[in-house]
């Protein structure tokens, strides 16, 4: 069965997640997208042989559409991830899966009542390989049980509109999903520190930050983001365990001699770090859909905690660096296991 997807915003991410399941990906097809520019998406839709709907309600509602992804401004996912579930449509939103808990909160509600997962939220690091092999070496117990976690998220640069918060929001989200998923283990507390910022870019932004984070087992999580970094997109990531240590591989890269150097080039965005994990992302999600299961990946109850964990960095930050309480409601029986 090929499984015909709708495509909600068809902006940059949304563009390459097209091109991803018609080029890449097989068992899907691109049939309707829509975007709040109505230009965008007749120009989209005309490129990949789609119909552009003036609405995202009007794509869900179509007949064409077996399931749907949303790629729009994150304030807008929750309605739109609402509306696919109750059409009962399998939906991939793109993370966060929406801007506020009380939002995430509807949307498991109504995944509950339907009775069956339908949603997926795009935290596509748990299909990277080098992430997947560390989960691996951690499930085995060979080192032991974790016991620090150091991390860096770094960024060449952002632009003018990314606010401080969004280091939270936007970039260390990233971790917060994959060490959850990592670790097994659910975050109680975050912390967020402000060193001396880099003069290299805007004034209003604090760049770098320092994240802290305590597990309930007791695991403590230091996350570097510094979003300004000029030299490259680089992502670290090292678990500390009672008999060893687990770390995330670099890219694989040619090793250059030349001038009396030895070097290896750094990537430069993220896109290109992470397209093997963006590809199995949608390869399983498609293939979960196509046999009539329940997405495997990242879930509704996973983005509500990715949110309030964000919100509580974000109030840590606004508060100087106070260490605040992840306030997350009893994960329901319904998500089964634990992270
Ligand atoms: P973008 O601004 O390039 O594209 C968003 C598009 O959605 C725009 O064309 C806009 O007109 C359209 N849109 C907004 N609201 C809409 C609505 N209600 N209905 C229809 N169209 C609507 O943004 P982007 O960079 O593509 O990001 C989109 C989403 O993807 C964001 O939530 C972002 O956080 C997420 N994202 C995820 C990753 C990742 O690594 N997983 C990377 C980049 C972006
Ligand atoms: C961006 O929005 C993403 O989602 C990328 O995956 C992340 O690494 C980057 O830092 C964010 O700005």
Known sequence: MTVRVGVIGTGMIGQ????????????????AVTDLDPARAADVAARAGA??????????????????????WGPTHAEHVLNAVAAGK????????ATTAEDCLRIVDAERAHGRRLVQVG???????????????????????????HCAHRNPAVPESYTSAMAAQDTAVHEIDVLRWLLDDEFVSAQVLTPRATSRRFEHLKDPQVMLFETANGVRIDLEVFVNCQYGYDIQCEAVAEAGLVRLP????????????????????WKGRFTEAFDTEFREWIAAVASGA????????????ATVITDAAVRSLESDGTVVAVDMK??????GGTA
Do not use: N
């Not at 709907?53 to 064409?64: K, N």
């Not at 329940?294 to 905690?305: C, H, I, R």
């Not at 009893?330 to 998500?335: G, I, K, L, S, V």
């Open 51 to 72: 119909t552009a709907f003036p609405t995202g309600a009007d794509l869900i509602a179509s007949p064409d559409v077996d399931a749907v992804l949303v790629t729009s």
């Open 330 to 335: 009893p994960r329901p029986a319904f998500y």
């Open 294 to 305: 329940e997405p495997t990946g990242p879930s509704a109850w996973d983005g509500y905690a």
């Open 90 to 97: 399998p939906v991939f939103c793109e993370k966060p899966l």
């Open 123 to 149: 935290f596509m690091r748990r299909f990277d390989p080098g992430y997947r092999q560390m989960k691996d070496v951690l499930a085995s117990g060979d080192l032991g049980a974790p016991l620090l976690v």
């Open 250 to 269: 670099d890219p694989a890269a040619v090793g250059v001699r030349s001038a009396g150097r030895h070097g290896t080039a750094v990537l430069q965005d």
């Open 16 to 31: 390459d997640h097209i091109r991803r399941l018609t080029d890449v990906v097989t068992g899907a097809a691109v049939t």
